[in-house]
């Protein structure tokens, strides 16, 4: 069983019509600012609590059970909306941490609620930890899929005629896919910089820009190569998505908006019927996969040992 090494205490506060229950870790009071964790959907605030145990200094830390979940009780209704849990945070914080600016950390739902709280209420937030970059790499492959079926498909079919299945569809859902390989990366070859770089290059009389352009982004150029190619690596291997809007037509294409079949999505379809040389040659197919996929841990491994040269 798991052995908690920093307890909760729970407090509950009438607000809105409801009994809000909150938890609460810490010291009432630190030279910290107070951080305060938004659970998520179909969550409670007390899954932060190995979150709460892996951080190394105390600090004042409260999360609240959102209405609706946990032990927030109170007027029952069959839908919330977002502006129900800004009104909600708002009212927490002025209760809780009247005046400060705060931490604000939320996970999945919790995580578009602090982005629109950090929005409307920006001098009550000092840092956000939550950027949409990494709400969209916890998003289920099948959700991009469905997004390109209703939203990217009818725009492609609009644009060439056609039914909208095909090579380029399954090229702005993929592209999206991979933001977040790609924007992760890049933002830790950025900021591997080190400041005293920048400081000498403001030194020398450069603008902030010229900067950015002949001193950073050279600096970084390794970083930001490994993150393209690990994203292209991520395309790659996606199956559940691909299938959904490229077509599944083992033909070849006449144009980048016909059916067409991937190689990850023609393996899926027909494993578990296929035999004799089908069967071989999807295991062929597989090694393709394979050897590409090697090829690209090969170039992100050189451009790492050039990276530490």
Do not use: C
Request: charged share 15%; aromatic share 8%; proline share 6%.
């Amino acid at each position: 069983m798991y052995q908690v090494l920093t307890p909760s205490r729970s407090s509950t506060l009438a607000l809105r019509h409801l009994n809000y229950h909150v938890r609460h870790w810490g010291p009432e009071h630190s030279d910290l600012p107070t951080l305060v964790l938004l659970h998520g959907w179909m969550d409670v605030s007390a899954s932060y609590q190995f979150t709460v145990d892996a951080l190394r200094q105390p600090r004042r830390i409260i999360a609240p059970d959102w209405r609706g979940f946990g032990l927030t009780t109170g007027a029952p209704v069959d839908h919330y909306v977002f502006a129900d849990y800004l009104a909600d945070l708002d009212l927490l914080l002025d209760h809780y941490a009247p005046g400060e600016a705060i931490d604000l950390v939320g996970h999945s739902m919790g995580g578009n609620v602090a982005m629109m709280y950090g929005g409307v209420r920006p001098e009550r937030v000092r840092k956000l930890i939550s950027p949409a970059v990494d709400l969209l790499a916890g998003i289920p492959s099948i959700i991009y899929g469905f997004f390109g079926m209703i939203i990217i498909r009818p725009f492609i079919a609009q644009l060439t005629g056609g039914l909208g299945f095909g090579a380029l569809t399954a090229w702005f859902v993929l592209a999206i896919m991979i933001v977040p390989t790609i924007t992760t990366l890049t933002i830790d070859a950025l900021n591997s910089i080190p400041m005293g770089i920048r400081e000498a290059s403001y030194a020398m009389g450069a603008t902030k820009w010229q900067t950015i352009y002949k001193v950073v982004l050279p600096a970084a150029k390794l970083g930001i190569v490994d993150a393209i190619v690990l994203g292209m690596g991520r395309a790659i291997g996606e199956t559940m998505a691909v299938l959904m809007v490229v077509g599944n037509a083992p033909v070849i294409p006449d144009s980048i908006a016909s059916p067409i079949s991937t190689l990850t999505s023609q393996i899926a379809l027909d494993m578990s019927y296929s035999s004799g040389l089908h069967r071989s040659a999807l295991f062929g197919m597989g090694v393709v996969l394979f050897i590409i996929s090697a090829t690209l841990v090969g170039i992100v491994r050189l451009i790492s040992k050039k990276k530490r040269g």
